[in-house]
Every structure is written in structure tokens, then in C-alpha cells.
């Protein structure tokens, strides 16, 4: 516990920091005492309301409890997107349990890792992934969902349970892509919880009529961040095993949406399953993520089907949606830029490699102070000595401030190519790529190189088969240094391009084809 008052003042600090304290269980009680019948929790054929999801929310943590978990213990979860997922976090947080959400995309190496590492007392599981849970668990039990883990659950009290948590304690261990190696556990308090929730309604305001469609594995920051928030305030959380154009048509006609999850490489199936039903939108009010990994053409043409402006979004499973996901880009505009604005509840810096903070206009790594802040990556001391040195956060992106206020994303710090003395940034040269409406996707990745050290290598989807090199080249020339022009274009259809859970392309695995193709 921190001080929040000198000693001298006279004040114990303490009462306040207890009478202060909020956690995500007391927050979603107020909606349930407050709105007992309204929908909290459906998929396409079961929907629970606000007091029959604290019934069985309750059972669940007694349940838990019984397997002898505590405060402060870890449940894994290896699962796909369903009902009961949605359950264990809401029930594992009633008894300050943490719980730490598999990727099941996983190697099996990969995924014995992320178990490993948080020591679990319990592994829950999926039919689908009940194998694979047996591979990984160890000496730690398996329960599998299903009609005896059901049976045992409804045999349980739905008496209260005191909420025994602080603001402080770990609520999710969300686990990083691992695109540059193992992943990292992410833990994610009630407090960052709360305040992404907070962040959320003061950049993107929602309301009780608004659902939320989690789609996007539970895995994932952008799922349990906005089914949180979603909870919080009343709302509706549509749960789908998966994306599925089809199925998203159908709920965007019925539904009435707050913020509508679309990843790079999904946009275009669900405008045309839209204009294949032929049905209006119910209302959306916010769409997308990662604006930077889309073709600009394809963002105006979404918010015009749509009728709601883009999400002009940089966050992280560490940060929420801060630190810059305060902007939107408008409907049917083809973006001049994305730059992007500083989201509410946050503080940020741009530093230089001796944390100096660099002038307006250089590029520099972006540090951030927020109560959204994850609390560390579990069991990585030295990791988070290093991250979070000085007092802030250091995210590994790079930034550059305008005049304006915006800020202009260059790219990971951790990713870069050092062609002849030079440091260049990818997502430069890709945002000049993908500005051209002839491509679909593209991703820049650094080769070996005798002359220069490193140099940039392209790989473009394209819409039209008659683009070439000379082309982009030509579409190029004046907007790019010329050292930073790609030495080569490597045209492939856009769904080789491999993308993490997240929808980010790993381009590792696209400088392992260039080593196997030559």
C-alpha cells in the first residue's frame, strides 16, 4: 500500500485508500440489484439476465472455492469463446481468483509454457480443447464444461459471497502475442480494469442499450476489456465462437451495437456478407481496430455501409486502449492521415534511448502513467525492472509529437532495419503501400544484406494482378527517403500473410519464407 499523504499532515492516509477502493464484482452488483431482468449475457440460442448470471456466477465460485482455490490463485482457461468463459472470469473474480486465459492457437510448446509459468491449481477446459489441456496440465486437475461439471455447479449455494478483493488484486493474465519469442503473462487488475472502463466511456461513450459482440477470443484484451465495461454499465455481451462473416450480418441487422471489433483481413467478408443479406444496420456506433493495417479505401467503405466512424486505435494488452485511441476517422473518409490522439486518463512521453524526452517532431519510444496499466508480467522481475523504470511505462513504440497535439506512430522500437548508418521504420513505407487502392494488405520485413547490412523487403496483396514493382515504385517515388524504398516486392494473395490472434502480421514468419525461398 502506497501513501497518500504525509505523515506530518496528520491523516491516515489507509481510511481513505479503503473507502476508495472499487472492484469489478461490486460494480456489476450495482446493474444487477439495479436492473435484475434486463439481458447480460447471450449467444444464439441462451440468454442470462444480470440476476440469473450473479445465481450463476455465485454457484461457480462456491465451485471454485471447493476445488480449493483462494484469493490471489491462478484458474487456467483453455477454452473457445462460450457462455460459461464468460462465467469462470466473472466467478473466479467474486473470490479474488485470477484467471489466466489460454491461447488454444498455441503450440503445444508454446502453450505448456503459458501454463507453466502461472502455476495454476486448477485447468478448465473446452470439449474441443480437453486433449490438449491434458497434454499441458501436469500435475494440475482438469475439469472439463460439460453436463457433470453443470450437475456439480447447480448443487452449489447461490448465497453471497463477500468480496474479499482489493482494487489491487489481479483479475486476468493475459498473455502477449509472442511474435519475437514465449509470451509474457500480462496481469490485469480491477483497477486497470475499471479504469480501461472509464477510459472507454469518456472516448468512446456508450450506454445500457448498446451490446457488445464478443467475437474476438477471450484471450484477448479487446474481448474481457470491453465485456468488463459492457457488464459495468448494463449492457449486453454477445458471445460467437469465432468470427463468421455471416453470423456478424445477422447480429449487426438485429442488434443495436456500441463498439464493433473488426480486425485487418475481416473487413471485406463483412461487407460483403452485409450487402449479401441486404438488411439495414440496426445502429452501430463505433467500428474497428488497428486502422493502421487496413487499406484506407476499405475503412471509408465500412463506415459507409455501417454509418459509424472508424477507430483510429494504438493501445496494448499492457495499456488497454491507451495511450492514443482518442480519435476516430469519420464516415467514408479516406483518412489523409493516422495519426492518432491521446486517450483520456493518461499521461505520455516520448524519450530517447537515455530516457530523455526528445523535442517536438523526432522520434521517440512512448512512456505512459495510467491507473489503465496492466501490474506487471508475471513472474518476469528483471522484464518489468526494465519496463517500468523511472516511474513510467516504456511501450517499445516509437512516436513522433506534431504541433497539433497527435501523435504519428513510426514503429516498434524492438523492429527495426539498419540499412548503411540508417534506422529504418516498416510501417512507414507500408502505410505509403497500402495508400495505393490497387493493394489488398502488405507487410515490410528487413533481409541480410553485404552491401547495406539490411535491407527492406515488401510483401504486397493486391487487388489488381497487373501491379508491379515499377509501379509502387512510381506511386512511391517523393513520399519516401530513398533509402527507405523496399529493394524488392514479393506479391502473394492475402490470406498467406500470417497474422497472430490479434490480427498483427508476425513478420518473423515472413523472413523465415525469405530465407527458405532465397
Not at 79 to 85: A, G, H, M, P, Q
Not at 106 to 115: A, F, G, M, N
Not at 332 to 337: D, F, L, N, W
Request: one cysteine or more.
Amino acid at each position: 500500500m502506497f501513501s497518500f499523504m504525509k505523515p506530518h499532515q496528520g491523516i491516515d492516509a489507509s481510511l481513505a485508500y479503503q473507502s476508495a477502493g472499487l472492484t469489478l464484482s461490486g460494480l456489476i452488483d450495482i446493474q444487477t440489484c439495479s436492473a435484475p431482468d434486463r439481458v447480460a449475457l447471450k449467444d444464439h440460442d441462451t440468454q442470462y439476465t444480470y440476476a440469473q448470471l450473479d445465481r450463476r456466477t455465485t454457484r461457480l465460485a462456491h465451485y471454485l472455492a471447493d476445488q480449493g482455490l483462494c484469493r490471489g490463485d491462478r484458474v487456467a482457461v483453455l477454452s473457445e469463446n462460450r457462455l460459461e468463459y464468460v462465467e469462470l472470469l466473472l466467478a473466479a473474480a467474486k473470490i479474488g481468483v485470477i484467471a489466466a486465459c489460454q491461447n488454444w492457437r498455441l503450440s503445444q510448446t508454446e502453450l505448456q509454457h503459458c501454463v507453466d509459468l502461472v502455476s495454476p491449481k486448477l485447468l478448465v477446459a473446452s470439449p474441443r480443447n480437453a486433449q490438449m489441456a491434458q497434454a499441458v496440465c501436469g500435475d494440475v486437475p482438469v475439469v472439463i464444461w460439460g453436463a457433470e461439471m453443470a450437475r456439480d455447479i447447480a448443487a452449489q449455494p447461490d448465497s453471497k459471497i463477500p468480496d474479499p478483493c482489493d482494487p489491487e488484486d489481479g483479475i486476468v493474465i493475459l498473455y502477449t502475442s509472442g511474435t519475437t519469442g514465449m509470451p509474457k503473462g500480462a496481469l490485469i487488475s480491477h483497477r486497470a480494469e475499471i479504469a480501461r472502463a472509464q477510459i472507454q466511456m469518456l472516448d468512446l461513450p456508450a450506454s445500457p442499450e448498446d451490446a457488445f459482440v464478443a467475437w474476438a477470443p477471450l484471450f484477448h484484451m479487446v474481448s474481457t476489456d470491453t465485456v468488463f465495461k459492457t457488464l459495468i454499465i448494463g449492457g449486453t455481451v454477445i458471445v460467437t465462437d469465432g468470427f463468421d462473416a455471416d453470423e456478424l450480418a445477422g447480429i449487426i441487422a438485429r442488434e443495436r451495437l456500441g463498439r464493433l471489433t473488426l480486425m485487418p483481413g475481416m473487413i471485406a467478408q463483412v461487407v460483403a456478407a452485409v450487402r449479401a443479406k441486404g438488411s439495414k444496420v440496426k445502429g452501430v456506433k463505433w467500428i474497428g481496430a488497428m486502422a493502421d493495417l487496413v487499406p484506407l479505401d476499405q475503412i471509408a467503405e465500412v463506415t459507409s455501409l455501417l454509418n459509424a466512424p472508424y477507430l483510429n486505435t494504438f493501445g496494448a494488452t499492457e495499456t488497454g486502449l491507451a495511450p492514443a485511441s482518442g480519435g476516430v476517422i469519420e464516415v467514408g473518409v479516406i483518412a489523409k492521415t493516422l495519426d492518432k490522439r491521446q486517450s483520456s486518463l493518461c499521461q505520455i512521453k516520448l524519450v530517447d534511448a537515455d530516457d530523455t524526452p526528445v523535442r517536438d517532431g523526432a522520434p521517440g519510444e512512448l512512456a505512459i502513467r495510467s491507473p489503465a496499466l496492466f501490474s506487471g508480467y508475471w513472474n518476469n522481475p528483471d522484464t518489468n525492472a526494465e519496463d517500468f523504470r523511472g516511474g513510467w511505462f516504456h511501450m517499445g513504440d516509437v512516436f513522433r509529437r506534431n504541433p497539433d497535439g497527435t501523435l504519428a506512430f513510426v514503429d516498434r522500437r524492438k523492429y527495426l532495419i539498419k540499412s548503411g548508418g540508417e534506422n529504418i521504420y516498416p510501417a512507414e513505407i507500408e502505410r505509403v503501400i497500402l495508400s495505393d487502392p490497387r493493394v489488398i494488405d502488405a507487410a515490410v520485413v528487413r533481409k541480410p544484406d553485404d552491401h547495406w547490412g539490411e535491407v527492406p523487403i515488401a510483401f504486397v496483396a493486391r487487388k489488381d494482378p497487373a501491379l508491379s514493382a515499377a509501379d509502387l515504385l512510381e506511386q512511391m517515388a517523393g513520399q519516401l527517403a530513398r533509402y527507405k524504398l523496399p529493394k524488392q516486392f514479393i506479391f502473394i494473395p492475402e490470406p498467406e500473410f500470417p497474422r497472430s490472434t490479434t490480427g498483427k502480421i508476425m513478420r518473423h514468419l515472413l523472413e523465415e519464407r525469405l530465407d527458405i525461398e532465397g
